[in-house]
């Protein structure tokens, strides 16, 4: 069974452009987290989807980052316009329960905003 | 949300029975206590989860005394390639808060030869 995957595995950006992030969670997973770590900082929570809908965008940094998951498969995160302090690995989790702390995290995108 | 406090670093040597204790002083009633491990280049991954007393899997034991204001993780006989992150994370029973997954500082477990 594949995991959860992550595309690109890294992105090197200019400030003010554009990037979308790709995450493929594990098939039959209805709940897809995205978490991020900025330089020197911990993982932090970003938001969660249950099948396409938005559970939870709490951690959601600012109006420059949108998340989609239509269809409820595979989702995207966009950081429009990308900042330098937006530098950092970006990860997205999957798992079958949503009352569950056990999930599958993917690789990671790592973003780098020159 | 519970704060948890981890040794920043350990060293170990292959063969060696390795605990790492976290402290969650303020847990409430119905927190999970839960380890993730991470490997350098990689997501985390799920290793152990508990509420009390011990649990134990084909990869480590979590001891959680009965105030469950700190929890250690044990990994027997551990070898180079469990060098890596270990975070103890304590998670809200139902509702929301269960997506948040609060990750540390976690502690940098490094195994020698």
């Known amino acids: 069974e594949a995991g959860v995957t992550q595309f690109p595995s890294h992105s090197v950006i200019e400030k003010g452009q554009t990037v979308t992030l790709r995450c493929d969670p594990i098939?039959?997973?209805?709940?897809l987290y995205w978490y991020r770590r900025v330089m020197g900082k911990e993982i932090k929570f970003l938001l969660h989807?249950?099948?396409?809908?938005?559970?939870?965008e709490s951690g959601m940094p600012n109006n420059r980052f949108l998340a989609e998951r239509t269809g409820g498969t595979y989702s995207t995160l966009k950081v429009q316009p990308a900042e330098l302090e937006d530098s950092g690995v970006y990860f997205c989790a999957s798992s079958q329960e949503e009352w569950t702390v056990k999930r599958d995290f993917g690789q990671g995108t790592r973003l780098t905003v020159v | 949300l519970a704060k948890t406090t981890q040794p920043i670093s350990m060293d170990s040597y292959e063969g060696q029975e390795v605990n790492i204790t976290c402290s969650h002083n303020n847990i409430a009633t119905n927190d999970y206590i839960t380890w993730y491990q991470q490997f350098p280049s990689q997501g985390p991954r799920f290793i152990i989860q508990g509420y009390k007393t011990k649990v134990t899997n084909e990869v480590a034991s979590l001891f959680i005394p009965a105030d469950r204001k700190s929890s250690t993780l044990s990994l027997p006989r551990v070898s180079l390639s469990d060098t890596a992150v270990y975070y103890c994370?304590?998670?809200?029973?139902?509702?929301?808060?269960?997506?948040?997954?609060?990750f540390g500082q976690g502690t940098i477990l490094t195994v020698h030869p």
């Open positions: 989807f249950v099948k396409e809908s938005k559970q939870d």
């Open positions: 994370l304590v998670s809200q029973g139902g509702g929301t808060s269960y997506g948040k997954l609060t």
């Open positions: 098939s039959g997973h209805d709940n």
